[in-house]
């Protein structure tokens, strides 16, 4: 890509992550042309489909967890570990108001611009999981789905006005619920 044209792609996406942090997921590709002062005609060339949009703003950041599981793995507490990149995996969602929903179906659809990412940032984090219920610091009963769907409901608390300022207790009930007993407390991360 010329460094005009990646300069250009940069700045529409800086322009949609604003945009889509303001507005939710459901932000007009209008909306977000105009604030870039493009048209949308160059918006769609950029980006033809709001999936394609999305690919690209938010692959970037599942990336990121992604490694940062990795990172994570060598830490000594398995516990702590998890609850970090849980705590880490909450905060990118919770940046854009009604990703979780998005990330749900991208999972389920492999034809979908983001389900390599989603898959792939969903497998770090039960990585993560499975190396925790092999310490006897996580409980046995739950799988990587359930922890995508746990962390996807406490974004999702946070994007709700009347929950928010519960969401940091509520965060700490549910990394407690996951870790057993012998585990780290998870305000202690």
């Given at each position: 890509?010329?460094a ?36 949308l005609?160059?918006l769609?060339?950029h ?13 970037t ?12 793995e ?6 702590d ?5 849980l705590?880490d ?5 919770h940046n ?8 749900v ?6 034809q ?21 219920q ?10 990587g789905?359930?922890?995508f769907a ?6 999702w608390?946070?994007?709700?006005p009347a ?18 007993g ?8």
């Amino acid at each position: 890509m010329r460094a005009d044209a990646r300069k250009n792609h940069d700045h529409l996406l800086a322009i949609a992550g604003d945009v889509i942090t303001e507005q939710g997921v459901d932000a007009s590709m209008r909306d977000i042309a105009r604030r870039a002062g493009v048209g949308l005609a160059t918006l769609l060339r950029h980006f033809p489909t709001r999936e394609a949009l999305f690919e690209a703003l938010l692959r970037t950041n599942f990336d990121e967890l992604a490694t940062r599981a990795g990172e994570l793995e060598a830490a000594d507490s398995p516990a702590d570990a998890l609850v970090s990149w849980l705590r880490d995996f909450v905060a990118c969602a919770h940046n854009y108001r009604g990703v979780t929903e998005l990330m749900v179906t991208a999972i389920a659809e492999p034809q979908s611009a983001l389900h390599h990412s989603c898959v792939t940032m969903r497998a770090a984090g039960r990585e993560l999981l499975t190396r925790a219920q092999a310490a006897g610091a996580a409980r046995k009963d739950i799988d990587g789905t359930d922890l995508f769907a746990l962390a996807g409901s406490l974004a999702w608390i946070g994007d709700q006005p009347a929950f928010a300022p519960r969401a940091d207790h509520l965060f700490e009930i549910i990394a407690s619920a996951i870790l057993t007993g012998s585990a780290t407390s998870p305000s202690g991360v």
